[in-house]
């Protein structure tokens, strides 16, 4: 360690000791605390999005129209989405439930392969 760094290090410490360096400190950790509070409610609501577009895999693809007749394909675009979004937390090695490996089960049929 370099002597300015050790002259930081000691002034920074001697700052954080006053009643002002230790309000700040405080209020940090406030933050931090609520931060964290919000991710955990993020990934919650996001996981059961994820549990409820899976309900969607269970409906036929094809569906036929009740008074024309006509064919139609019953695809939801949120899904797209969901794969993307669940690759993703995978990266970044959050927990993944069974419906989350299930989609990217699926998704190797439905998304095509990047180049």
């Known amino acids: ?3 300015l760094q050790t ?3 000691e002034r920074l410490a001697e700052k954080i000791r006053q009643p002002e360096g ?3 400190v405080k209020l940090y950790n406030r933050l931090g605390h609520t931060l ?6 993020y990934h919650r609501v996001w996981w059961q999005a994820v549990e409820g ?3 969607g895999l269970q409906s036929s ?5 009740p008074t024309t007749g006509r064919l139609a394909t019953n695809f939801d675009l949120q899904l797209l989405q ?3 979004e669940t690759k993703a937390m995978q990266k970044l090695k959050v927990i ?7 989609l990217n089960f699926i998704a190797g049929s439905i998304v095509p392969k990047e180049v």
């Open 61 to 65: 693809l094809l569906v036929r129209h």
């Open 1 to 3: 360690m370099s002597w």
């Open 7 to 9: 002259y930081a290090a």
């Open 96 to 102: 993944c439930v069974s419906s989350q490996k299930n």
């Open 53 to 55: 577009s899976t309900t």
């Open 82 to 84: 969901t794969i993307r």
């Open 36 to 41: 964290m509070q919000f991710e955990m409610f």
């Open 22 to 24: 230790k309000r700040i």
